[in-house]
């Protein structure tokens, strides 16, 4: 972290004369010209060939078997882990979605972003239990506490989800993010004007796809070590000469503008009856979606699998904890400093919520920071898409594959891995078209599956891990009934869509007044009279239907194990009660007190930032 810290500083030194001119100059002329000049292509070209170097250096140990191929040989170091599980972490939500969230509603979102305590607990909680199974994958897991009916289950939705959702989301950010930075909408093949967005999906799933294939979870883990720091420097420079901007040279100045702009949604906690951002809603739902996501999500937690053993293991988590701190400052501020600059007169400063970080590296930026940021973010949507895929291609050959063909041998694991990672890309790709071609905003709600499925998921592992008597028929009938839960909410908001501006802008204009309570009833009582029981659900606040779908689950789970018969006492291994007193007795030598130290300051600077934006 010092030499990263030495980096910023330095870059900050040389960046005050270049912002001092920004600031009194129209930033928005970045845009009516070139975004990037020779000294952005030099910087574009020279990342361009230490990545690939690096690719090539990760390749030279060749993959004799699934463990080589999809946990990278399980010889992976604290620093890999702690790299690749940010890496993977910053995809589309946050070059896209977080700092347009930023714009539109402040610190609203800031609640998903401070989960790094949730990553401690992945790292002191579960690393152990993990470990200790040499599992694969997390429905590898639940087989062996539960049932073979469970792990199926688990498999099908988070590949259906990585495939139909996450993949899709990335390939669209990579849209959103080099038609913003080439400036571009229309490119010329063969006479044809054709739209920048079918080069820009095949060329970056096709390029990702392409070393993932042959690499696999290595290349993956060497890569993030070069693209977390570049990542977080680049954000870094933005966050700096954007309050520099906007307080004409003053970073002091430029904090309390952007305060006084977003007023008061600056504060994380939101007034109960906020139709969208109460705190009763946020802060239980974040949770449950957060434990899913660090603690039993394979796409994160394959990382920590791919460990030397638990202490790298352990130690890449308490990195990736501090790593997780970054994203609000890096990524949510610069949104809210972006809202601060379309208000700010004299600036010239335009963009929309979505391209709100992509604007401030095409208006604001110098140049040559400009091309290093830009490679940042290129590498950071490449290294989330080169993760699901690997993911994805794990799940199937793990938890199918292998199952069809016991005896088959390492070197033909690695080869279905590489034919599933080239499937899930055609796939990926395929998908992406369908969805552009609909025209419609299908894609955000297929977007929010996660949401709705993570309460089960959830409930399956914390009741399987902390409850010894848990069963395999209440994990299977109590899952299963959380997801269609989740599904049929899911489908009620899809039927309903059509009504979501609608109700939406009702709901908000009461809260703040604009309409009295009488005037959104005559607004709603058309819609609620023809649908009924549909609409009372589709109402519900989607963070409180995630806390319903838990509590349900939960109680299924509780109710149906309490009423058959107890599990087989050999699944109590599988639990947190299960160590062996060897176990214990590895996984105490596994820590000492600066791990100890380093995840209390991880969970002291959650709670001094709620205490501070309260």
Known sequence: M?????????????MDMATNALATASVAGGMNGTVFNGLDLAVIILFALGMIGTVWYSMRKKNESGKDYFLSGRDANWLQIGSSIFSSNIGSEHLVGLAGAGFLTGMAM??????????????????????????????????????????????????????????????????????????????????????????????????????????????????????????????????????HVLGHGSLIDGWHA???????????????????????????????????????????????????????????????GFFKLTPVFIFLVPGMIAFALTKTPG??????????????VAQILPHGLRGMVACGMIVALMASLGSKFNASATLFTMDFYREWFPNASGRTEVFVGRLATAAIVFLGICWVLVIKSLHSNLYVYLQSVQGYLSPAIAVLFVMGVFWKRANATAALWSFSIGVVGGFARLAVDIYMRSYETIVGDAKNNLYHGVITLDQYKTIIAPIQQKYGLIYDLWTINWLYYCQILFVVTAALMIIISLMTKPPDPKT?????????????????????????VLSLIVIGCVVLFYIKFW
């Open 572 to 596: 109590i291994k599988y639990t947190w009660y299960g160590a062996t007193p060897e176990e214990k007795a590895a996984t105490k030598a596994s820590w000492n007190a600066m791990d100890v």
């Open 2 to 14: 010092n030499e990263i810290t030495n980096s910023v500083l330095t870059a900050t030194n040389s």
């Open 110 to 243: 800031a609640h998903w972003e401070m989960h790094a305590y949730w990553i401690i607990i992945l790292g002191w909680a579960f690393v152990p239990i993990y470990d200790r199974m040499k599992i694969f994958t997390m429905p590898e897991f639940l087989e062996l506490r539960f049932s073979r009916g469970s792990r199926n289950v688990l498999s099908l939705l988070t590949m259906a989800s990585l495939v139909l959702t996450k993949i899709a989301a990335t390939i669209y950010a990579g849209d959103v993010v080099i038609r913003t930075l080439l400036n571009v909408d229309h490119i010329s093949v063969f006479g044809h004007q054709i739209d920048v967005f079918w080069a820009i999906a095949l060329g970056l799933a096709a390029t990702t796809g392409l070393y993932t294939i042959f690499g696999g979870m290595r290349v993956i883990m060497y890569t993030s070590v070069l693209q977390a720091p570049v990542l977080i420097l680049g954000s870094v420079c933005i966050l700096y000469t954007g309050l």
């Open 258 to 320: 952007t305060l006084v702009t977003v007023g008061s949604n600056v504060h994380l906690i939101r007034s109960v009856h906020d139709p969208v951002w109460a705190w009763t809603a946020v802060l239980p739902a974040s949770a449950i979606i957060g434990f899913w996501y660090w603690c039993t999500d394979q796409y994160i937690v394959q990382r920590v699998l791919a460990g030397k053993n638990q202490q790298e293991s352990r130690r890449g988590t308490i990195l990736a």
């Open 347 to 360: 600036v010239g400063f335009s963009t929309n919520g979505d391209a709100a970080y992509t604007s401030l």
